[in-house]
């Protein structure tokens, strides 16, 4: 039988590299981010996004930046947002896991939490990662001060907090604390598999 798994964590957590490595033990992983990135060039989409933020369009092409500026500063704009995009990135994603041609499919959901998706899988695997070495991660990837980080950290599911705690302890979740090297990690994800195939 099929299980669906997504794949979840905050910010520079390493949920891309958690999907990499598993990738590479040959397992298919599917990505939110990548899904969105052909949802931005749908016409359908554009149009949508142009009558609520009309500033973000040009030329027939949204401009990335732009919006994420706008939603960033603006909670009631950035639900908005997720309004229209997430129900048509999880969509395509359940298409895309359902024809998948394999008992364990992966998906990176970054904003897993955020927008009520626990019950569309099977199972949870979040990744954790120390706030530090997060802040770290994502300065070197996305080359800015750690500020910058920290207030984008603050605007996300806060994984740590009672009610986080609560909401992963709610749902069929397993826990990984990516505190080591990349080798360590690969070991901790292949126990984890290791564990789904004795239930």
């Known amino acids: 039988m099929?299980?669906?798994?997504?794949?979840?964590?905050?910010i520079g957590s390493g949920k891309s590299m958690a999907g990499k490595l598993l990738r590479e033990m040959g397992y298919p992983v599917f990505s939110c981010d990548e899904i969105y990135k052909?949802?931005?060039?749908?016409?359908e989409y554009i149009k949508k996004i142009e009558s609520y933020f009309p500033t973000v369009v040009?030329?027939?092409?949204?401009d990335?930046?732009?919006?994420?500026?706008?939603?960033?500063h603006d909670e009631g704009k950035r639900r908005t947002l997720?309004?229209?995009a997430h129900p048509l990135v999880m969509e395509t994603l359940r298409k895309e896991m359902d024809v998948c041609d394999s008992n364990l499919v992966f998906a990176e959901v970054p904003l897993l939490f955020e927008g009520?998706?626990?019950?569309?899988?099977?199972?949870?695997l979040v990744i954790e990662r120390e706030l530090s070495e997060r802040v770290q991660a994502?300065?070197?990837?996305?080359?800015?001060?750690?500020n910058a980080v920290k207030s984008r950290i603050q605007t996300q599911f806060d994984y740590r907090s009672e009610e986080g705690q609560k909401r992963i302890k709610n749902c069929n979740a397993h826990v990984i604390h990516n505190d080591g090297t990349v080798e360590a990690l690969s070991r901790k994800l292949m126990k984890f598999i290791q564990s789904l195939s004795l239930s």
């Open 2 to 10: 099929k299980k669906r798994i997504a794949i979840t964590g905050g």
């Open 38 to 43: 052909d949802v931005l060039r749908s016409p």
């Open 58 to 62: 040009t030329n027939g092409e949204i």
């Open 64 to 72: 990335r930046a732009k919006l994420a500026e706008i939603v960033f």
């Open 82 to 84: 997720n309004g229209l």
């Open 116 to 124: 009520n998706f626990e019950g569309e899988f099977d199972c949870i």
């Open 138 to 146: 994502v300065q070197e990837r996305d080359h800015v001060d750690a």
